[in-house]
């Protein structure tokens, strides 16, 4: 299947903005039996007075942007093609947690991939007892790794709500689990910390999902939006799975990798500082269609 996917972020400034620096990650990845990225282009207005393309150390594509002089708004334009292949159909071939607690222990490994980066506290993942015992609760010691990943999944995308208005950002997992309400990002958060707490090495997903309208309905210009899933390492042998716990389902060709890492903040797709009096204002606007 290939997807367009059109992008649109607009930063309002109450005030003028100067001396901002800012990393933009939204560009799909290239993954070898799954995703190709055909063709893109990113554009950033007002014309950056420098800017720098990489990737970071879990190899998501970056681009490094500086704007000296004010300026009252700054647009970032994504567009692109990808192309997204069907999972390949997989056997479970992952231990039991004790099993796979040894491996990941005596994993030596330090490269992006690495189980033992996904373990433990992260910037915006807190440690909290209460989702812990949510995912004790859930845990059957009879499961496969996979089993308790797609298990605890199931339960927190039935025990959440999704609701656009009750976080932001910034929102703690534990402070989206009390209320159990949130969106995507909530959903990853909460179910990360839950996997970690049962000893699964678990990460965070930024990308892009197809969305359907409604029976009957129209597709709305602009409606789509970023997504975000988890991923979680099932040993050695079965490797790493995705799954969408907003959408209690494993990852298929509906959902568009950008970026992988420890939690949000990792995969922010734009994240920055600068020297500006007064507030602000974000609009976004995303597009996925499929062209073929």
């Known amino acids: 299947m290939i997807y367009s996917i059109r992008l649109t972020i607009t930063h309002h400034y109450d005030q003028p903005a100067a001396n901002?620096?800012?990393?933009?990650?939204?560009?799909?990845?290239?993954?070898?039996?799954?995703?190709?990225?055909?063709?893109h282009n990113i554009h950033?207005?007002?014309q950056p007075d420098a800017r720098t393309d990489s990737t970071d150390f879990f190899r998501t594509a970056t681009q490094d942007c500086a704007h000296l002089a004010a300026h009252l708004t700054m647009t970032l334009q994504l567009a692109c093609q990808v192309e997204v292949l069907p999972p390949a159909p997989w056997l479970d071939m992952s231990p039991?947690?004790?099993?796979?607690?040894?491996?990941?222990?005596?994993?030596?490994?330090?490269?992006a991939d690495a189980p033992v980066h996904?373990?433990?506290?992260?910037?915006?993942?807190?440690?909290?007892?209460?989702?812990?015992?949510?995912?004790l609760g859930v845990f059957d010691p009879a499961d496969s790794a996979a089993q308790t990943v797609m298990r605890l999944g199931q339960a927190l995308h039935y025990t959440m709500t999704f609701d656009s208005t009750a976080t932001t950002v910034e929102t703690d997992a534990a402070e989206a689990f009390a209320l159990r309400r949130g969106v995507?990002?909530?959903?990853?958060?909460?179910?990360i910390l839950g996997l970690r707490a049962l000893g699964i090495p678990a990460g965070y997903?930024?990308?892009?999902?197809?969305?359907?309208?409604?029976?009957?309905?129209?597709?709305?210009?602009?409606?789509?939006?970023?997504?975000a899933w988890v991923r979680a390492w099932c040993g050695t042998s079965h490797g790493w799975i995705e799954y969408d716990p907003t959408n209690a389902t494993l990852v298929g060709t509906d959902h568009i990798v950008v970026g992988y890492g420890r939690d949000y903040a990792d995969v922010a797709p734009l994240r920055g500082?600068?020297?500006?009096?007064?507030?602000q204002r974000n609009t976004?606007?995303?597009d996925v269609t499929v062209l073929r």
């Not at 993942?125 to 995912?135: E, P, V």
């Not at 309208?213 to 210009?221: D, F, N, Q």
């Not at 500082?273 to 507030?279: D, E, I, M, S, T």
Request: proline share 5%; aromatic share 6%; net charge positive.
């Open 273 to 279: 500082q600068l020297r500006v009096a007064g507030g």
């Open 118 to 135: 996904f373990l433990g506290a992260a910037q915006q993942l807190s440690i909290d007892r209460r989702i812990r015992d949510f995912a």
């Open 184 to 191: 995507c990002q909530d959903f990853s958060h909460i179910m």
């Open 20 to 39: 901002s620096r800012h990393v933009i990650r939204v560009l799909p990845r290239q993954l070898a039996g799954r995703q190709n990225l055909l063709l």
């Open 44 to 46: 950033v207005m007002p």
């Open 96 to 111: 039991d947690l004790a099993t796979l607690g040894a491996q990941w222990a005596a994993c030596r490994d330090l490269d």
């Open 284 to 286: 976004q606007a995303v």
């Open 205 to 227: 997903v930024s990308g892009y999902l197809r969305t359907l309208p409604p029976p009957g309905g129209v597709k709305l210009a602009g409606a789509d939006a970023m997504h």
